[in-house]
């Protein structure tokens, strides 16, 4: 049989989605349109692990309440 023997360790498989918007994310949009789709998943690895993704606190996210706030003042 041919082909990758499987990996000894278990993988952890995480799906999300984006949303770049004009205007808000144009920095975004740049770096994803310079990035071959088959190369996004080490692309965000790298900026999460050269970023400071190491120290953001789940205390320091907006909370729930918050963003439904934000939202309801952004469009009345």
Do not use: C, H, N, W
Request: glycine share 4%.
């Amino acid at each position: 049989m041919a082909g990758r023997k499987p990996l000894p360790e278990r993988a952890m498989l995480i799906r999300a989605s984006l949303i770049l918007r004009a205007g808000e994310d144009d920095d975004l949009i740049k770096a994803f349109q310079t990035v071959p789709a088959r190369k996004r998943a080490a692309f965000i690895k790298a900026a999460m692990r050269s970023g400071t993704f190491q120290t953001i606190s789940y205390d320091d996210l907006p909370s729930d309440e918050e963003l439904e706030q934000s939202i309801a003042d952004f469009l009345e």
